[in-house]
T-cell receptor
Framework: GQNIDQPTEMTATEGAIVQINCTYQ??????LFWYQQHAGEAPTFLSY????GLEEKGRFSSFLSRSKGYSYLLLKELQMKDSASYLC???????????FGKGTRLSVIA | EAEVAQSPRYKITEKSQAVAFWCDPI?????LYWYRQILGQGPELLVQ????????DSQLPKDRFSAERLKGVDSTLKIQPAELGDSAMYLC???????????FGQGTRLTVV
């Protein structure tokens, strides 16, 4: 089976840095994805990691350790508009569907 | 910019009625997914198509749910009869063949009363 865990809720201050963790247990591994989802809207793609290490994209970075079954999403210089749910998803082999965690609801406060 | 189109955006139906959702994926995307998302949860796969063929429908409640993609382009998801527990967001996503990133539509929010 597949199991993906991430914290349910987090709160952070505008301008700060926040790290959202994700741990996974899957039968195979073909990549880990992070999506952002604002309330009532569709998930939008943020990042993709298939090799160990850090992928940086503007204010957002994502890290992967395959041996530990662990990833994190790092958000820098937080803005109010970053308040959203952040979904961790794993693909266990090519062309199989993404399996999503339950999402982490991030609230950015002034 | 190409988008996945879904309709309707919102649907309210009475339990035991039939309801249908439509999805038009990004042009050229061979893989199409239907996901269901309950409030506060992550999306859960219902069915995956590769062109017109079903690849994975192991989580589709086949006694009441059906999905088709007859020409390998747009797709319809049907529920008959609807139950109160079917209230959720139904998301359609597509990806290019051989690619792994999935692009999501705006979803259909279903409320069963």
């Amino acid at each position: 089976g597949q199991n993906i865990d991430q914290p349910t809720e987090m709160t952070a201050t505008e301008g700060a840095i926040v790290q959202i963790n994700c741990t996974y247990q899957t039968s195979g591994f073909n990549g880990l994805f992070w999506y952002q989802q604002h309330a009532g809207e569709a998930p939008t793609f943020l990042s993709y990691n298939v090799l160990d290490g850090l992928e940086e994209k503007g204010r957002f970075s994502s890290f992967l350790s395959r041996s530990k079954g662990y990833s994190y999403l790092l958000l820098k210089e937080l803005q109010m508009k970053d308040s959203a749910s952040y979904l961790c998803a794993v693909q266990d082999s090519g062309n199989t569907p993404l399996v999503f965690g339950k999402g982490t609801r991030l609230s950015v406060i002034a | 910019e190409a988008e996945v189109a879904q309709s309707p955006r919102y649907k309210i139906t009475e339990k035991s009625q039939a309801v249908a959702f439509w999805c038009d994926p990004i042009s050229g995307h061979a893989t199409l997914y239907w996901y269901r998302q309950i409030l506060g949860q992550g999306p859960e796969l219902l069915v995956q198509f590769q062109d017109e063929s079903v690849v994975d429908d192991s989580q589709l409640p086949k006694d009441r749910f059906s999905a088709e993609r007859l020409k390998g382009v747009d797709s319809t998801l049907k529920i008959q009869p609807a139950e109160l527990g079917d209230s959720a967001m139904y998301l359609c996503a597509s990806s290019p063949q051989g690619n792994t990133e999935a692009f999501f539509g705006q979803g259909t929010r279903l409320t069963v009363v």
